[in-house]
């Protein structure tokens, strides 16, 4: 076996990938992240807790996500940043977690998995001086328990635990983006592309759009967001620029198709970035966490001058081009966070007490390459008119050009955003529940998820963590959650894979 890797739901045969990696990883690039991975863990279990150690760690987690870093050159150099600063002599391997008992394995990977779909946002609240102390203590409570031997049920418990800090987490990161960029408002984004020089942003962090939106406010280029930067165009603080157009492209499955021969520039800020054509390669821009060999990286001063070039040599379209989503549609909407929702709280109870909606789904989550994933498409178009369907993350590109009507004046379709946005369909159900005097579970709410990589598995703990029930998950069970723990989630949370829209439905409304 050349490598060991198995935190993703493409992972090889659903077992896991052992010479190279489904997602492009090399059997090089993923040995040098189990040794940072191993390089974090000594750092959490040897040194105080301080900025310095805290930023490393979140770096180091962040950087082994899927579809972050693919550059062997920066990995190494930010292992070498975190054995600097390790001051014991304790000597960790991760391969001595992938090569236990199979329960362990699995409780263990649930643990590092979600905390490093944690320090993706975490690092992101960050950026925008966001901080708490609670979830950066967490990082190295946990990191400490994937080295010790610990028994299941102290692993369960922190698997448990994990969920309930990524909800402080997310919750932090709302309050970041909401309060530097005002709360988002409904939108209209179209998918259509102007002429001329433009740039496409891609990844989750705000933050780097905003300042690439400042530097290019003069320029003659215009801006697109792309895959999980779409949400952005509702902030009032980042839709006020009248050259932030509208979005390009689908979910980060489609770049190699959407990015052949692209006449503009691509930044990326986070993952999902695929192996890199030759065909697009010259105008790949990467920044903070994201690394590919042989794309410029724009380091820490942000100095955003080669995109910018990029974009005006290459000079965009030269006639008006219109581009659709996967079903037709060329208009999307955005912009139902929890603030929006909220504020028409009393619609949607008087039309649930009226029985003008009779339930809720929220059908979120990535987007991914395997083809069962129309399951969501099929799931969304088949959901009875008097239903809303909430939705967050890449993979509401399977159905988010679709026009589903209104029920009340409210849109049957709700992007509620990014998938740290699931801190708002959270907020919005407790305070439903509060409204309806019931438990979340007593709602007529019904999650369908879709995951691919570990930024999903935070998610997924939350939501158990708050004792949520009957979510169904697809488009596969993770491959690193052993029969004995599927057995314990399926008993405790009655988690079920999904089946095909129709049975699910059926099974769903009775
Ligand atoms: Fe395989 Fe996924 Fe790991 Fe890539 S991230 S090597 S596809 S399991
Ligand atoms: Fe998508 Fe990669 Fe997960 Fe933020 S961009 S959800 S897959």
Redesign the pocket.
């Known amino acids: 076996m050349e490598m060991f890797?198995?935190?993703?739901e493409?992972?090889?045969q659903c077992k896991g990938?052992t010479v190279f990696?489904?997602?492009g990883?090399s059997a090089d690039t993923?040995n040098l992240q189990d040794e940072l991975t191993s390089a974090v863990i000594e750092l959490a279990n040897c040194n105080e807790m301080n900025d310095e150690n805290t930023n490393l760690i979140i770096e180091g987690l962040f950087a082994t996500i899927?579809n972050v870093n693919f550059n062997n050159k920066s990995i190494k150099e930010l292992t070498q940043k975190v054995k600097s600063k390790i001051s014991c002599n304790l000597e960790f391997d991760i391969n001595s977690v992938w090569n236990c008992n199979e329960d362990i394995r699995s409780l263990k990977s649930l643990i590092l998995f979600g905390i490093k779909g944690m320090a993706a946002y975490a690092y992101h609240a960050a950026v925008l001086n966001y901080k708490d102390e609670e979830v950066n203590k967490y990082f190295y409570e946990a990191l400490q328990g994937i080295s010790k031997d610990l028994s299941v049920e102290e692993l369960t418990t922190l698997v448990l635990k994990t969920g309930e800090i990524n909800l402080k987490c997310m919750e932090l990161l709302d309050r970041a983006n909401t309060e530097t960029y005002g709360n988002p408002v409904p939108t209209k984004v179209t998918t259509n592309i102007v002429k001329g020089p433009f740039i496409v942003v891609t990844g989750h962090d705000l933050h780097d759009l905003a300042l690439l939106l400042e530097k290019t406010k003069d320029k003659g280029i215009n801006i697109y967001t792309h895959g999980e930067m779409l949400p952005c165009q509702a902030y009032p603080e980042l839709k006020k620029y009248s050259h932030l157009k509208g979005n390009f492209g689908t979910a980060w499955q489609n770049q190699q198709k959407e990015f052949d021969n692209l006449p503009g520039a691509i930044l990326f800020t986070t993952n999902c970035i695929m192996p890199v054509k030759d065909s697009y390669k010259d105008r790949v821009f990467t920044t903070s966490v994201v690394q590919y060999p042989e794309c410029v990286h724009i380091g820490e001063d942000k100095d955003f001058t080669p995109v910018i070039n990029k974009a005006l040599e290459l000079g965009g379209y030269s006639e008006d081009k219109q581009m659709t989503g996967i079903n037709g549609g060329d208009t999307l909407t955005v912009g139902f966070g929890h603030n929006t929702v909220l504020s028409v709280a009393d619609k949607v109870i008087d039309a649930v007490k009226t029985e003008k909606l009779k339930h809720i789904f929220l059908v979120g989550g990535c987007d991914g390459a395997k083809t069962g994933r129309n399951y969501y498409t099929e799931f969304v178009k088949q959901t009875p008119r008097d239903t809303l369907v909430l939705t967050l993350a890449c993979g509401k590109y399977r159905f988010n050009d679709l026009d589903l009507g209104d029920i009340n004046g409210i849109p049957r379709l709700l992007d509620m955003g990014q998938c740290n946005d699931a801190y708002s369909a959270i907020k919005v159900a407790v305070e439903l529940a509060k409204a309806f005097d019931c438990s979340v579970n007593d709602l007529p709410l019904s999650l369908v998820i879709s995951w691919y990589e570990q930024k999903a598995v935070c998610i997924l703990l939350t939501l158990l963590y708050l004792g949520i029930e009957n979510i169904r998950l697809g488009p596969n069970l993770p491959a690193f959650v052993s029969p004995n723990i599927l057995n314990f989630l399926v008993d405790k949370f009655k988690i079920k894979p999904i089946t095909t829209p129709k049975n699910d439905l059926k099974d769903i409304l009775g």
């Open positions: 890797c198995f935190q993703c493409q992972t090889a990938c990696g489904v997602c990883k993923a899927t």
